[in-house]
């Protein structure tokens, strides 16, 4: 019931939905234009990252160094993060981190937001060893990624193409 009255008093200022006022806003007032990317290498750096979208991050910084080796002319290629910070930032899709049992039997948002141990299965929501060696810091165990649809939405209505397949 708790989850049902949740859902009834949602918004997008609600802090589990975890939406800076920023990622709010562009929900509010989507820009209309597509992102302009004229640099060249961050055309590339764009393009190796969703090349490897099912790869590893160190697999990213291995193209990127090699990049570097080969045209040590050039800009340098951004890291794997600001990649993503700039993705990011030119669709206003960004993923939203939770909480989650290790064994994946809830997410500690809503009812269960305030828990240190699974409902279900009872174990610990951090990492106990982590927790141990970072002398009290709480080190999450699992976490899951969710994006939002909205934003998703409408950076596919910011492109004329993907608009009219709509």
């Given amino acids: 019931m708790e989850f049902i009255l949740a859902l009834r008093s949602?918004?997008?200022?609600d802090p589990?939905?975890?939406l800076d006022e920023e990622a709010r806003s562009n929900l509010r007032?989507?820009?209309r234009e597509p992102p302009d990317i004229t640099n060249p290498i961050i055309r590339h750096s764009i393009s190796t990252y969703y090349a490897l979208e099912h790869s590893s991050q160190s697999a990213y910084e291995c193209i990127r160094s090699s990049?570097?080796?080969?045209?040590p002319d050039t800009?340098?290629?951004?890291?794997f993060y600001r990649i993503e910070r700039m993705i990011a930032e030119y669709t206003g899709v960004?993923?939203?981190t939770h909480d989650m049992c290790p064994d994946t039997c809830i997410a500690f948002t809503g009812p269960f937001a305030d828990l240190d141990h699974c409902p279900v299965c009872d174990k610990h929501r951090y990492d106990q060893i982590k927790l141990q060696a970072s002398r009290g810091r709480n080190k999450v165990a699992r976490k899951f990624h969710t994006i939002p649809a909205g934003p998703q939405l409408q950076a596919l209505?910011?492109?004329?193409?993907s608009a009219k397949r709509m």
Avoid: C, H
């Avoid at 990049?67 to 045209?71: E, I, L, N, Q, S």
């Avoid at 800009?75 to 890291?79: H, L």
């Fill in 67 to 71: 990049t570097a080796r080969t045209f």
């Fill in 10 to 13: 949602a918004s997008l200022g």
């Fill in 29 to 31: 007032n989507p820009p």
């Fill in 157 to 161: 209505y910011r492109d004329r193409d």
């Fill in 16 to 18: 589990v939905a975890k």
């Fill in 94 to 96: 960004e993923s939203i």
């Fill in 75 to 79: 800009d340098e290629m951004p890291s």
